[in-house]
């Protein structure tokens, strides 16, 4: 069975850090695209970043781009979101998710497209 399970979440005041990982099981690791997406009360689900842990290729949403880091451990099969000089727009649920495209479907915000999904963990910036 697939299964991702996220974890790292937490309350931070505005330009902390947090860590969130994704352990994945259930499947070949390297068949799939892992994407971090996020909602907040009352918005759209949004993609965030995303990883082709086959050939390394990321993805970051603009929102993003030069405070977060997405890595992979392939060999524990599990991804990594660094969130760095976070700020309180950037609170919400995380979800991590699978997609057999190159990113694809997390770059165009098609999150009902995605194969299979973790629970989320939450994320909370204070100012």
């Known amino acids: 069975e697939v299964q991702l399970v996220e974890s790292g979440g937490g309350l931070v005041q505005a330009g902390g850090s947090l860590r969130l990982s994704c352990a994945a099981s259930?499947?070949?690791?390297?068949?799939?695209?892992i994407g971090w997406f996020r909602q907040a009360p009352g918005k759209e689900r949004e993609g965030v970043s995303c990883?082709?842990?086959?050939?390394?290729?990321?993805y970051y949403a603009d929102s993003v781009k030069g405070r977060f880091t997405i890595s992979s451990d392939n060999a524990n099969n599990t991804v990594y979101l660094q969130m760095n000089s976070l700020m309180p727009e950037d609170t919400g649920v995380y979800y991590c998710?699978?997609?057999?495209?190159?990113?694809?479907?997390?770059?165009?915000?098609?999150?009902?497209?995605?194969?299979?999904w973790g629970k989320g963990t939450l994320v909370t910036v204070s100012s």
């Open positions: 259930g499947f070949s690791f390297d068949d799939y695209a």
């Open positions: 998710a699978t997609e057999v495209h190159q990113c694809i479907l997390v770059r165009g915000n098609y999150y009902y497209g995605m194969n299979s």
């Open positions: 990883i082709s842990t086959s050939d390394g290729y990321t």
